[in-house]
């Protein structure tokens, strides 16, 4: 089992820039690929960017790419989310999720999901 602890959401301007921490515990984090998602209020849970256990592969929604980058310190037991350029409309609880495979990483289904953190982008 892993266990998986974001941080880093609060308040941005539209523009403006957050970076979002997922903090691994347990089982080691380096077996699993992981993904941020994000979930509005009223809407489904959408996908935003996914790592390769290694870090050596990223892959992207078209809503966030070229403004989001996914990376993550294995040592570290961290993943990151840097979000730059952000929209009023990205305002959502965003989540982390590792799975034991890339291929189903980027589904809203799973195990190993975050509490969340909230993040609010004002106009």
């Known amino acids: 089992q892993v266990q998986l602890v974001e941080s880093g959401g609060g308040l941005a301007q539209a523009g403006g820039s957050l970076r979002l921490s997922c903090a691994a515990s347990?089982?080691?984090?380096?077996?699993?690929?992981m993904g941020w998602f994000r979930q509005a209020p009223g809407k489904g849970r959408e996908f935003l960017a996914a790592i390769s256990r290694s870090g050596g592969t990223t892959t992207y929604a078209d809503s966030v790419k070229g403004r989001f980058t996914i990376s993550r310190v294995n040592i570290k037991k961290t993943m990151y989310l840097q979000m730059n350029s952000l929209k009023p409309e990205e305002t959502a609880v965003y989540y982390c999720?590792?799975?034991?495979?890339?291929?189903?990483?980027?589904?809203?289904?799973?195990?190993?999901w975050g509490q969340g953190t909230q993040v609010t982008v004002s106009s």
């Open positions: 999720k590792a799975d034991e495979s890339q291929i189903r990483i980027a589904r809203v289904s799973g195990r190993h």
């Open positions: 347990g089982r080691t984090s380096s077996n699993y690929s």
